[in-house]
């Protein structure tokens, strides 16, 4: 079975009574774990924005806990599974400040992780590609948001 475009499925969702479009994004939820997700996203936590950014922050802390120190193989593994969640967190909000915030607090845990990053090349590599994205996406923001930002960025920089 091939996929029909986006259009496609825009002009046939429009056709849709209210109750047959319910019964289709809760056939949806069913399907992955990321449309759920998604779906959660959209309907309870997308009016309000900075609690949602408090929730992801929440589960990064709990991700770092989570992280086995033994040696750096797993931590770079749990460093890269964490980054993958940032990215598709920020992915359902489609907010570049949100992503900003988010890679900002993720750099931010990573510099204060114990054992230091800075002993291995792989996870400083990371942390700098980080600040670079950052760096890129702030760019395109308003003036005054890239000012605050920005101060940030150079705090993340100057500290190693």
Do not use: W
Request: hydrophobic share 35%; aromatic share 10%; glycine share 0%.
């Amino acid at each position: 079975m091939k996929a029909v475009t986006v259009n496609q499925l825009k002009k046939e969702l429009i056709t849709c009574n209210p109750n047959e479009l319910v019964e289709l994004c809760l056939r949806l939820s069913k399907f992955k774990k990321e449309n759920k997700e998604l779906l959660t996203y959209l309907l309870f936590e997308s009016n309000d924005e900075s609690g949602y950014i408090e929730s992801v922050k929440d589960e990064i802390n709990e991700q770092f806990e989570n992280i086995n120190t033994n040696s750096y193989f797993y931590i770079k593994k749990s460093v890269r599974k964490i980054l993958r969640l940032i990215k598709k967190f920020s992915r359902y909000s489609l907010k570049k400040e949100t992503e900003v915030e988010l890679l900002l607090y993720f750099c931010l845990k990573l510099k204060e992780f114990n054992p230091s990053i800075q002993r291995n090349t792989t996870l400083m590599n990371i942390y700098n590609r980080q600040l670079i994205s950052i760096k890129k996406t702030v760019a395109t923001l308003h003036e005054d948001l890239q000012y605050d930002y920005q101060i940030q960025i150079d705090e993340l920089q100057n500290s190693f």
